[in-house]
């Protein structure tokens, strides 16, 4: 199957489920500006997956919630590195920081989300740009 259409599933699926669960008991979509990122809390520990679109890619991110942050691992097809994502008190919105393997003394600050509501426009702005999440 070709990662397109592997990521065109996958992300059918869990668009699937979070709308069907209603975003209750940690679940969680986002809009960022480079695709959807889907969440799972349960307790302590968050995974996700995301999708840069532009590459029609899929990566994951794992690790710890700790209040409204949480620290670990991220992985796409090429690459993986640490992760810190702080979210917002109310877990509307969140930034991350990441860095790659290989290069630990760079961190990358450019990865921002907000919470994707299943009745609302979905157009949200960073740095005076307008997105608009599906």
């Not at 209603?22 to 996700?48: M, N, Q, S, V, W």
């Amino acid at each position: 199957m070709s990662l397109p259409r592997a990521c065109a599933l996958c992300l059918a699926l869990l668009v699937t489920v979070c709308a069907v669960a209603g975003h209750p008991g940690g679940d969680r979509y986002y809009c960022t500006e480079y695709g959807p990122f889907f969440i799972r809390i349960d307790g302590e520990k968050l995974a996700g997956v995301f999708a840069i679109l532009e590459r029609n890619d899929l990566g994951t991110a794992v690790g710890e919630l700790h209040g409204n942050v949480m620290t670990g691992r991220w992985h796409e097809a090429d690459a993986s590195g640490d992760i810190v994502i702080r979210f917002a008190p109310d877990r509307s919105a969140f930034s991350a920081e990441y860095r790659v393997d290989g290069e630990p003394d760079i961190w990358h600050r450019e990865w921002r989300g907000v919470l994707r509501y299943a009745d609302g426009d979905n157009r949200f702005t960073l740095d005076e740009i307008e997105y608009r999440c599906e």
